[in-house]
């Protein structure tokens, strides 16, 4: 019991030091040693299991593509262009915007992967269109939650792959419903707020500045539009067809011509910006890539062994419910990249037997308990475009998200 106990004690220290905010690969690498010491694993060993995780998450480039895509079109000003026919086409009602812009962070994070880099771009339109309405917030903190966990674009989807060996597109696959179901329930909230709070779309905002005419706002969103379609319906129509009609190597060059030809940045600059558009995500990459080798040391002496001998104490009809709890509890507070919290939970999964489902679940769990974190870079993201406090956002969120959190919980106990 007391080495079962010892085997734990490098994940706890690391997860105290996440609650702290301290950074992930200094977390880990804390825990790291400890497992070392603990195992008496050599530096040759920890240097063959550091050699052996960068490539693997390295090598995941459909996320890395959307993401990098989704930028360019983030660039390109499609986004503004489609909340100003939005805005035109339901004449400045609140609540119809509010839909709207909910089902853009939903649709730009499904296919980008990234909620903290489309709420950059989104937050501060949304702030110009309709005021600060703690609903829209939470819709929008929701739809990235439940859009970052489930996209074939995410690094969450890809951690969640090569821990449990489920393709990325056969994960997305089985979650899509719960995805959809999800962000119409953030729609929802949205409407909720906006319709009863009233507030009208703030004068000189950048959707009503905009001059161009529909035809040129429609040209303009054209590249957004046909990367969303590419990427939710280019498995069915490449099945369809027999070939890789939509595969990432036709609708990311496809994707960024458009930009070239139906908006105002030149060929060069869409290429560039499909450059930089990747180096949020390797970054990160990089940065899981280093955490998830101190897992994998800490794997190596029995912890997760350990932890899952424990968590089959509890009856049979619990243990799913549970693990999605354990997961929100977890991503409340260190839930600044999702990532590292599914690198320590979804072992333990594995290790439990959870059906796909059930752990794709516990992924979804994580995303929603990270909308309530101080240190979530959505959440930030938010604060910043909304221009008040993250402790407000938090707040604001809470009841939506705990609203979210049964739901989820009680889908777990029921479908699994």
Partial sequence: MINALISVLPLIVILVLLFKRVNMIAAGLVGGILAMLIGGISLAAANKIFLDTMPLLLTIMVPIINSAIAFAVFKSGGYTSALTLMNRAVNGRVEMMAVF???????ATYMSGIGGGTAVVLAPLAFAAVGVIPEVIAGMSIAAAVSFTTSPASLESSIYSKLTGVGVQDYVSFM??????????????????AKKRGVLVQPGSPVEQNTSTDAELWRTTLPAIFLLFSVLAGPFVNKAVGMPLLSPLVYSITTILLIAVCTKMKINDSFNALMDGSSYILTRLFGVGFFLTFIYMIEKIGAFKTIASIAQAAPDWLMNPAAVLAG???????????????????????????SPLSMGFVVMGVGLGSQMSFVNITMQALSSGFQIPIEQVSKGNSPWVLMCMAILLVMSLVLV
């Fill in 101 to 107: 812009i909910v089902f853009l962070q939903a649709a």
């Fill in 176 to 193: 899509r419903p719960y995805w959809i179901i999800f962000s119409l329930i953030a729609l929802g909230i949205a409407y909720y707020g």
């Fill in 328 to 354: 929100f509890l977890i991503g409340v507070p260190a839930g600044a990249y999702v990532g590292t919290v599914l690198a320590m939970i979804i072992p333990v999964t594995v290790a439990l037997k959870f």
